[in-house]
């Protein structure tokens, strides 16, 4: 019922990753490990835990994650068999040994009430050997509200806390950004499918920050950049609506800024803003747009 999915390229963490799968109190699920053509083999591994844990590994000969790594999460996905729930795991991250014990205790409560389950997390901070504060949700809540208290740093989400419905990815897949930077989050607003989003707070899936995970490094700013322009423009061509008023505001500044970031907007775009602040009058809101407007025009000039 329940498959944990590994798309595998790093070996630094990963002993722990399995070791966190071994230790579950709950052993029905099934890990499939889609190996990236890693230099780093981790057969030995595999091995110490294959028999504590029902697991499929895959090498790959060609690496997908360096051209893209929604196309490696893809392939890792369809590895799958009969399994309706889909947790794509990082291969550094780690979940608390009462993880899937938790998803099926809650299972009747969620099931065909919501597509996308997810769990409490804490980030592990490699640089400095910390563990921060405990990440928790609203026990049902909106993929949108969810983003909201995201974008408001009121919250963190990633991939590897979520349990998501296999038809929904189907139907939906995950869209490939570069870095697949936001990938994760338009999944959860496409594969809610308007049903909220479940949480499981008792729960808890640890997330690594390293020199060598792509949120930790610094190398890449531009392209995440690039991406997160790309995600805000979907949002306010497509999901903007779907906001509350008052989040809508946020979204819109938040279109500007990551823009604006990567390059200048289209006379189309700009008529777009100009309208919507103008049907969405508020003085403090207004008169950023204004400055930010003038300020855009005097750098083009």
Same mark, same amino acid.
Request: a negative charge; proline letters at 2%; one cysteine or more.
């Given at each position: 019922m329940l498959a944990i999915v590994i798309p595998y390229y790093k070996l630094k963490f990963f002993e722990a990753t399995l070791?966190?799968?071994?230790?579950?109190?709950? %052993? &029905? $699920?099934?890990?499939?490990? @889609?190996?990236?053509?890693?230099?780093?083999?981790?057969? !030995?591994? +595999?091995?110490?835990?294959?028999?504590?844990?029902?697991?499929?590994? %895959? &090498? $790959?000969?060609?690496?997908? @994650?360096?051209?893209?790594?929604?196309?490696?999460?893809? !392939?890792? +996905?369809?590895?799958?068999?009969?399994?309706?729930?889909?947790?794509?795991?990082?291969?550094?991250?780690?979940l608390d040994v009462n993880v899937v014990q938790l998803w099926y205790q809650n299972f009747n409560t969620f099931n065909k009430h919501s597509n996308v389950i997810r769990f409490a997390t804490r980030m592990i901070y490699e640089k400095n050997q910390t563990i921060s504060k405990l990440y928790i949700h609203p026990e049902w809540e909106y993929s949108e509200c969810s983003y909201h208290r995201k974008l408001k740093f009121a919250t963190r989400s990633s991939l590897s806390e979520y349990?998501?419905?296999?038809?929904?990815?189907?139907?939906?897949?995950?869209?490939?950004?570069?870095?697949?930077?936001?990938?994760?989050d338009r999944a959860w607003l496409e594969f809610s499918e308007d049903l909220p989003?479940?949480?499981?707070?008792?729960?808890?899936?640890?997330?690594?920050?390293?020199?060598?995970?792509?949120?930790?490094?610094?190398?890449?700013?531009?392209?995440k950049r690039t991406a997160s322009a790309m995600f805000y423009k979907f949002l306010v061509d497509q999901k903007l609506n779907r906001f509350e008023k008052f989040q809508r505001f946020d979204i819109v500044k938040g279109y500007l800024e990551r823009t604006l970031n990567v390059r200048q907007f289209t006379f189309k775009e700009w008529c777009f803003l100009w309208i919507w602040h103008l049907r969405n009058y508020n003085v403090k809101s207004f008169y950023k747009f204004l400055m930010t407007f003038v300020k855009a025009l005097i750098k083009r000039k």
């Open positions: 070791k966190s799968l071994s230790n579950q109190s709950d %052993k &029905r $699920f099934k890990v499939y490990i @889609g190996d990236d053509a890693s230099p780093d083999h981790p057969t !030995r591994l +595999i091995k110490e835990h294959e028999k504590q844990i029902e697991l499929v590994y %895959k &090498r $790959f000969e060609n690496n997908l @994650g360096g051209i893209s790594l929604i196309k490696q999460w893809e !392939r890792c +996905i369809e590895m799958t068999t009969d399994e309706r729930w889909i947790m794509v795991l990082g291969d550094d991250d780690v349990i998501f419905l296999k038809e929904s990815w189907a139907t939906h897949k995950f869209y490939d950004y570069p870095l697949a930077w936001h990938s994760d989003i479940y949480t499981i707070n008792e729960g808890v899936v640890y997330i690594r920050d390293s020199n060598v995970s792509i949120s930790g490094k610094q190398d890449n700013i531009h392209v």
